[in-house]
């Protein structure tokens, strides 16, 4: 393969500890109101899973919940608020909760040292994420790491699109941009336009099956740090 000149990363579970704490967060929030955590728990809520088309974000988890808690006569907000009303105000007690909480999260190990090596050689970095772009640039630079990265790009745009943005933002090929994530999501990103993938074991370390090639898994960002150096010929940390 030519030799990879750009990164792209997934964010949740790839460089920081998060997905368990949104899990939890979602059913702090759901459970609030009765049969809500009944609802969240048939709400298709990951990312990395959804089927293909289906798009899975903060909002239409919480639009879903707020849906089924009307339609069971729950109502717990102002006179005449909707169901998306209700979702939006739900969503935006969850982002809220949720962004305070990450900033103290545990990175995946190696995360800050990867990026801070790969960034000395001048190998550009972006964060590529289902989350919504604005909080999750927010917490980027919460953490200090915005200096790491070239962009941050989340949703409203799919993954595939963001590594389209980022090819043609760096005037790369295909071949030459490697996507690193834990998701099915991003293999299926990966495949859909063109570029090489590197799988992220399960935070237990557990091999995730992934349906599209997979160019090399790796246990963690020490892991990660010294295959992308092969693949980018630069000299390990």
Not at 169 to 190: F, K, T, W
Not at 208 to 228: N, S, W, Y
Request: aromatic share 6%; hydrophobic share 40%; proline share 7%.
């Amino acid at each position: 393969m030519a030799r990879i000149r750009c990164i792209s990363f997934d964010f949740d579970d790839t460089l920081l500890r998060s997905e368990l704490c949104k899990a939890e967060t979602l059913k702090e929030v759901a459970s609030a109101y009765e049969g809500g955590l009944e609802i969240l728990e048939a709400t298709p809520r990951d990312s990395r899973t959804a089927p293909p088309g289906q798009v899975v974000t903060r909002d239409t988890i919480f639009r879903a919940v707020a849906e089924g808690l009307h339609a069971r006569g729950v109502k717990p907000g102002p006179a005449g608020e909707t169901p998306e009303q209700f979702g939006v105000r739900m969503c935006s007690q969850f982002s809220e909760l949720v962004q305070v909480r990450l900033t103290q999260a545990a990175e995946v190990r190696g995360a800050a040292a990867m990026l801070a090596h790969l960034t000395a050689c001048g190998l550009p970095c972006y964060v590529n994420s289902a989350t919504p772009k604005v909080p999750l640039e927010q917490l980027v630079n919460a953490r200090g790491w915005g200096r790491f990265f070239v962009a941050v790009h989340g949703a409203p745009a799919t993954k595939a699109q963001n590594l389209a943005a980022i090819m043609a933002q760096q005037q790369l090929g295909p071949g030459e941009i490697l996507h690193v994530g834990d998701g099915e999501n991003d293999c299926s990103a990966a495949s859909e336009v063109g570029c090489a993938f590197m799988g992220v074991s399960s935070p237990d370390g557990v091999a995730r099956a992934f349906k599209a090639p997979v160019h090399v898994l790796v246990q963690d960002m020490h892991h990660a740090c010294l295959e992308i150096c092969k693949l980018a010929d630069l000299p390990p940390p």
